[in-house]
Nanobody, 122 residues
Framework: QVQLVESGGGLVQPGGSLRLSCAAS????????MGWYRQTSGMQRELVATISASGDSTNYADSVKGRFTISRDNVKDTVYLQLNSLKPEDTAVYYC???????????????WGQGTQVTVSS
């Protein structure tokens, strides 16, 4: 089983910052990409940011460009999301995802963490 554990969420004032971490563990042969999604009540889960295996290719939702930064540590199988200049509309449950295979004979699929709550409020 592949397990993703997110941490770093919490309550922060507008304009503040948080750093989310997601550590992957378990049976993992290869991780090809990592990313973060978020979901608010009554809304579909949306892409926030993704990063390639090498870490040299990233993409962001338009709403977070210039404020959020995604990075990864391949040695630790960990992906991070630095959230700066936070706005109330950033409030959501943030989910970590990896695009990976458990072994050489397995197909590539997406794995998801349980989510961590980020609340931006004064």
């Amino acid at each position: 089983q592949v397990q993703l554990v997110e941490s770093g969420g919490g309550l922060v004032q507008p304009g503040g910052s948080l750093r989310l971490s997601c550590a992957a563990s378990g049976s993992i042969h290869s991780i090809f990409s990592m990313g973060w999604y978020r979901q608010t009540s009554g809304m579909q889960r949306e892409l926030v940011a993704t990063i390639s295996a090498s870490g040299d290719s990233t993409n962001y939702a338009d709403s977070v460009k210039g404020r959020f930064t995604i990075s990864r540590d391949n040695v630790k199988d960990t992906v991070y999301l630095q959230l700066n200049s936070l706005k109330p509309e950033d409030t959501a449950v943030y989910y970590c995802t990896i695009h990976a295979r458990e072994d050489l004979w397995s197909g590539v699929r997406d794995y998801w963490g349980q989510g961590t709550q980020v609340t931006v409020s004064s």
